[in-house]
């Protein structure tokens, strides 16, 4: 299941990489088209406003009869990229103006009255990216000027199309970034309790995992320890120590939301015990170790599913009697090298130590000779 998790995941970040990658390039060309097609635009309305500015100045410099205004501004009309033109003289003074609708001219009230009008009271007023502001000035026979407002950037030929291939692309990369981030959470699962079982085979392992425990200010927890353990010893039953590490510190309120977690999954609330560096010690008893690995597992499983702060981080490790005649606080030692295994390894943050009684007993005797 981890190893279809792991193919799952790696399909998808590369899956992500290259719709991120299409993405980049579609922006970029996207980009250049764009800067490309405005430069193209904008030159071809340059030529068109220098066509109809020197018309439209022979045109207003002599008498013009009604018909050939009429066809100028037919001529206007029919040059969609103007949607503004204005022609002044050498003076600044207003020749004439046009404009597709009023949103594009700011004309003083004595237009209308025919009166003198300075080219600095009229404006003219690109509404959009689309549309730019063009100023022209000829020198001919007579001097004059222009101002004209030419669509660079068609939003209807060029936007729409490029708008919806762009947001199809986002969309789905977001879409592949969050299966990649959920496929992530879920390989950091919890791994099942029989493939995280280890046990004493060689004298190594027992000097390593016996040693003495690192010290404990609890007092409570050895003494209930100890008794939980002679009370197995009389009855012939198993008993398993667990020591559960978030790996960092918590707020006084996570710590309280993670030990109310320990009390509702755990039978005996008078069996847990808060330690220091975010730990809790949970006894088990009359539970044998593969018994105690799977209720750890689905604590485990518990805190990752709620969303806590530390559903990455925890980490267990845990011992159990199996059989010997053992104090509380060599489990206790055992248990500790166990949560110091589990912490340090990338996957399987359950490590339990099962210990064989025989080569337990030899280890004991060969360190009283």
């Not at 299941?1 to 993405?23: C, E, T």
């Not at 009869?65 to 009309?77: A, Y």
């Not at 222009?146 to 660079?152: G, L």
Request: a neutral charge.
């Amino acid at each position: 299941m981890k190893r279809n998790n792991a193919r799952s995941s790696s399909s998808l970040k590369i899956v992500s990489i290259i719709v991120l990658f299409v993405l980049a390039v579609s922006l970029t060309g996207f980009g250049l088209f764009a800067l490309t097609k405005a430069n193209e635009l904008e030159r071809v309305g340059i030529q068109t406003v220098d066509s109809l500015s020197r018309r439209g100045h022979a045109l207003f410099s002599e008498k013009h009869e009604v018909s050939e205004l009429i066809r100028f501004r037919q001529d206007l009309l029919e040059s969609p990229q103007v949607k503004g033109l204005i022609l002044y003289d050498a003076e600044d003074k207003l020749i004439y103006a046009y404009a597709r609708n009023s949103s594009f001219i700011d004309l003083p009230p004595r237009y209308d009255r025919k009166e003198s009008i300075s080219i600095e009271e009229v404006d003219l007023l690109p509404r959009s990216m689309e549309d730019k502001l063009i100023q022209r000035s000829f020198r001919e026979a007579q001097t004059f000027g222009s101002k004209a407002i030419v669509e660079v950037l068609p939003f209807e030929s060029l936007f729409k199309p490029m708008l919806a291939l762009l947001l199809l692309l986002l969309f789905s990369g977001i879409f592949f970034l969050l299966a990649l981030i959920a496929a992530q959470s879920r390989d950091r699962s919890p791994a099942p309790p029989d493939k995280v079982v280890q046990t004493f085979n060689t004298e190594k392992d027992c000097k390593e995992h016996v040693s003495p425990p690192d010290k404990v200010e609890d007092d409570d927890l050895l003494n209930k320890l100890g008794n939980e353990l002679k009370r197995a010893a009389n009855f012939d039953q198993d008993l398993v120590l667990g020591l559960i590490s978030c790996g960092r510190g918590l707020s006084n309120s996570e710590r309280a939301s993670f030990f109310k977690l320990l009390e509702e999954h755990f039978e005996y609330k008078d069996l847990i015990f808060e330690q220091q560096d975010s730990q809790a010690a949970v006894v088990l008893p009359n539970t044998e170790l593969e018994q105690g690995l799977s209720k750890f597992n689905s604590f485990q499983k518990m805190v990752f599913n709620t969303n806590t702060s530390c559903r990455f981080d925890i980490a267990i490790g845990s011992s159990s009697r199996n059989g010997r005649l053992i104090g509380g606080e060599r489990l206790l030692g055992e248990a500790q090298a166990a949560l110091r295994k589990a912490e340090s390894a990338q996957d399987n943050r359950l490590v339990g130590f099962k210990p064989d009684p025989g080569k337990y007993r030899a280890f004991l005797a060969q360190e009283k000779s």
